[in-house]
């Protein structure tokens, strides 16, 4: 029986796993199984900025990084923490607002759709919302996992 990385939920350091193979500048997320850098960046971006940036990012040599869907970043979120990230958790966060690569799909009155889902780890605000894709938030790069544009359809 091979059990696949969502079949458990692991609690506190035992959900994250430091690679050599990165330096030790990223962890492999045993819960979702995908590569997370331990030190995203602080540089307030755009959404398309963020997106390139992670495009063309190195971590120990090694590219093929991408922006998180929100459902990735969504399984980060713990609201009885502050930060409301979950506990046990190896990141040096910079900020508590990141872009994902989910776009926001619902037209505008004039018909455009210039939105992204965005996440908020401050307490109090905690969550995924949406903002333009000209706004700015933080970058924080992910290997693996779906690397996909995923669509968030409001009702």
């Not at 939920?9 to 990165?22: A, D, I, M, N």
């Not at 759709?113 to 908020?120: L, P, S, T």
């Given at each position: 029986?091979?059990?696949?990385p969502?079949d458990?939920?692991?609690?506190?350091?035992?959900r994250?796993r430091p690679?050599s193979?990165?330096?030790?500048?990223?962890v492999?997320?045993k819960?979702?199984?995908?590569?997370?850098?331990?030190s995203?960046?602080?540089?307030?971006m755009?959404?398309?900025?963020?997106?390139d940036?992670?495009?063309?990012h190195?971590v120990?040599?090694?590219?093929?990084?991408?922006?998180?869907?929100?459902?990735?970043?969504?399984?980060?979120?713990?609201?009885s923490?502050?930060?409301?990230?979950?506990?046990?958790h190896p990141f040096n966060?910079?900020?508590d607002?990141?872009?994902?690569?989910?776009?926001?799909?619902?037209?505008s009155?004039?018909?455009?759709?210039?939105?992204?889902?965005?996440?908020i780890?401050?307490l109090?605000?905690?969550?995924?919302?949406n903002e333009?894709k000209?706004?700015?938030h933080?970058?924080?790069?992910?290997r693996?996992g779906?690397?996909y544009?995923?669509?968030?359809?409001?009702?």
């Amino acid at each position: 029986d091979q059990s696949q990385p969502w079949d458990k939920v692991y609690q506190g350091t035992e959900r994250f796993r430091p690679l050599s193979k990165f330096n030790f500048e990223a962890v492999f997320d045993k819960e979702i199984g995908v590569v997370w850098e331990i030190s995203p960046s602080g540089e307030e971006m755009d959404w398309y900025d963020a997106k390139d940036h992670c495009r063309n990012h190195t971590v120990n040599g090694i590219w093929g990084w991408r922006l998180p869907t929100g459902e990735e970043f969504a399984t980060l979120l713990d609201r009885s923490n502050d930060p409301a990230i979950v506990s046990g958790h190896p990141f040096n966060l910079q900020r508590d607002d990141y872009w994902t690569d989910t776009t926001y799909h619902r037209a505008s009155q004039d018909g455009e759709n210039d939105r992204a889902v965005d996440i908020i780890f401050e307490l109090g605000e905690e969550g995924l919302g949406n903002e333009s894709k000209w706004f700015g938030h933080g970058v924080w790069c992910v290997r693996g996992g779906s690397s996909y544009d995923g669509q968030y359809a409001p009702f």
